[in-house]
């Protein structure tokens, strides 16, 4: 398979495309936002297809989608994939959304003699950019046969974790809701070790070799803290969403989960006051300025 399309040209199906272009396939985009319509083609990728008329073109479809409604109508509207692409072509949703939607997609996609997987990705956009993306795939594993010089390519992590489109997503939104609590956790023991006297940069070689260790502490402190820039690779937002997603999942299962629900509840508010936009990590001057004035002025 040399022919691909990419849908979805934002953080992470941008650099994606870039890396499939540098490897010798042939990459036709679609985005909404032509600035990356435009930032694809000047890698040499060819954009300005529809959906019907993209999925003629190419061997297999990647879509980097930021939300279940926009993957829902990606697939299954009446301009989308499911209507109109040839049973030749496999398609691979690196989305994060509900494991129930990846199920109703891929049950669809067989009913039309189509191949799917839903392969949901973890590394952030350091991962997408330096090919060491993390894939948690459900589905066929035929289907992952298929697309393998594809997703190897792009990751270098690859999991089948089982038949089920799904089951790929149900671990994606276990690790976010790790994510959710280790962002909250540095958010929290930062502001504490700054009040108490200690340097943030001590306190992070200290506990980098001890258990209190995480890639999320890494990621928020030295990438953002530190530089004081919060300029978004994973937002606040996209956080919540797949908070809401797997309370939805637990709910689903008939099980209370009360301090995740109290988690996703600190990062409803963050939203509602205006910092959806911002990197996660900006959790840390939410959680500073909240704590009291002494900390909030420091």
Not at 53 to 69: C, F, H, M, N, R
Not at 126 to 139: E, H
């Amino acid at each position: 398979m040399k022919r691909i399309g990419v849908i979805g040209l934002g953080k992470m199906g941008l650099p994606m495309a870039k890396n499939l272009l540098q490897s010798g396939f042939e990459v036709h985009g679609i985005d909404v936002n032509r600035e990356a319509e435009r930032a694809l083609a000047e890698e040499g990728g060819q954009i300005g297809s529809t959906i019907p008329e993209l999925v003629q073109k190419v061997d297999a479809i990647l879509t980097s989608l930021p939300t279940p409604g926009v993957v829902k109508d990606v697939y299954l509207g009446t301009d989308g994939l499911l209507a109109h692409t040839p049973k030749r072509v496999v398609l691979v949703d690196t989305s994060t959304v509900s494991p129930s939607l990846n199920v109703d997609i891929g049950t669809q996609a067989k009913e039309k003699g189509l191949k799917y997987v839903g392969a949901p990705v973890s590394g952030g956009v350091i991962g997408a950019v330096n090919r060491t993306l993390t894939f948690m795939v459900g589905g066929p594993r035929a289907v992952l046969d298929d697309v393998h010089d594809i997703v190897n390519v792009l990751g270098a992590n690859i999991f089948h974790v089982g038949e089920n489109e799904g089951s790929g997503t149900v671990v994606k939104l276990m690790n976010n809701l790790f994510i959710g609590f280790y962002t909250s956790a540095v958010a929290e023991v930062l502001t504490l070790a700054k009040e108490c006297g200690i340097a943030h940069e001590q306190l992070f070689d200290i506990l980098n070799v001890s258990y209190g260790q995480s890639r999320i502490y890494e990621r928020n402190y030295k990438e953002y803290i530190a530089a004081g820039d919060y300029t978004p690779g994973f937002t606040i937002s996209l956080l919540l969403k797949d908070l809401d997603l797997a309370m939805e999942l637990a709910d689903a299962h008939g099980l209370n989960l009360p301090v995740s629900k109290m988690l996703a509840a600190v990062y409803e508010q963050a939203e509602q006051e205006g910092y959806g936009a911002n990197d996660m990590a900006y959790l840390y001057e939410i959680v500073k300025a909240q704590a009291g004035a002494r900390v909030a002025g420091s």
